[in-house]
């Protein structure tokens, strides 16, 4: 079948998964991934698996977009506020998922220390996509929608650190590796200075061009320019495509003045990729992993859940974050995907004799996740107060697009 015939399978899929996601009351990314599961593998087969390394582009676009509308919410002057309790939370419901997933997988299952600890420095990592189109689907607005988006950023990068730090550990409990301990703990600080160094010089340049834009049309070519370049430029160096995509939107935003003008126009770019991203990532997803994760990917599931639930409740409550942010919060970090499958296939490369393990469980986490995470975030926000009940839906957006 013909790849632009498959790509509108793609889009037509998603908008029916929507569709029906509404009826049913549930976010429309579920409707998505549940209307590329059925296209999928798993199922038809009318994308196979090859079809999706195909379209992979697309997945690079749409988390370079997602990332540079994150850095949106960065605004220094209101991190100079809350910056120091944003970054506690973070830090609270990241080591949390970390210590719930290694006590669970190391002392109650019996697994190796090694597959334990590399598992556990996994569980940090939260899918921003599935978490940003809750809340751009349902016009959220408040303290708890201000206060997800930087947390599902930053989160990112302790995960990062500390996947560094656990393959070193791992590889030591080995004894397979002569690359030294200071060698493998710099990688990750290496990748993360980087990536923000790169979004920043990035950032600048959009900020300058952005300032001498005449039109909307003009603006939205700068900014995708820019934003895809420096994703691109990030991969191609093995930087974080999402750190550096981010750290562009930061610059901006804090630099420029008009800035919400740039995050307007991009917004009517956006929903048909985001569309086709998550129906990808449907198709993408294979029942029989759920059939080989056994008892270590439930207890990777129920760990991790139960230590970012708990995690980021006792985080806010520390720094005295309101009783709604206290009891939602960690309901809206539940979904994982890329980071999480990036981070297990380098597992996989590099420590082969539990490499296959760790893919597995991941990967059967990551269907779980994201198919129960963008509905967590729904009963979240519901909860919080902070559901906008107008029809400004993704979904409407994509049909008028």
Known sequence: ???????????????????????????????????????GPSFTNVITDQNVKVFSIVNEIALAT???????????????????????????????????VFITAYYLLNQSFALSIILASIAAATAPAATTMVIRQYNTNGPLTKTILPVVAIDDAICVMSFGLAMALAKMSFASSNVSFLRM????????????????????????????SNSDEEMLGLVLACTIAGGGIAIAFNLSLILTCMTIGVTLTNLMRSHNRVFNVLSRFT???????????????????????????????????????????????????????????????????????????????????????????ILG????????????????LTRAGEINNTDNLVLEEVNEA
């Open 185 to 212: 703990i710099s990688h990750p600080i290496v990748e993360i200075t980087g990536s923000i160094l790169l979004g920043f010089i990035v950032g600048l340049l959009l900020t300058f061009l952005a300032n001498k």
């Open 66 to 100: 997602i990332a540079f509308t994150i850095g949106s919410e960065f605004v220094i002057e209101e991190l100079k506020k809350i910056g120091k309790k944003i970054f506690i939370l973070t830090c609270m419901e990241s080591f949390a998922s970390i210590i719930a």
């Open 271 to 361: 929903p048909p990729i985001y569309l086709f991203f998550f129906t990808l990532a449907g198709a993408s997803l294979h029942l029989n992993i759920l059939g080989k994760i056994g008892v270590m990917g439930v207890g990777y599931v129920v760990s991790r859940s139960i230590g970012k639930i708990l995690g980021a409740g006792m985080g806010a409550k520390m720094v005295g974050y309101e009783d709604k942010i206290v009891n939602n919060i960690g309901l809206s970090l539940l979904p994982q995907a890329g980071v999480a499958i990036g981070l297990s296939m380098i597992a996989k490369q590099q420590i082969p004799q539990i490499g296959n393990t760790i893919s597995t469980v």
């Open 365 to 380: 986490g990551v269907f779980v996740f994201e198919i129960i995470g963008p509905i967590a975030a729904k009963i979240a």
């Open 1 to 39: 079948m013909n790849v632009l015939v498959k790509i509108s399978i793609v889009l037509l899929v998603g908008i029916l998964g929507g569709r029906l996601s509404k009826v049913l009351h549930l976010p429309y990314v579920t409707g998505y991934l549940l209307g590329g599961l059925l296209v």
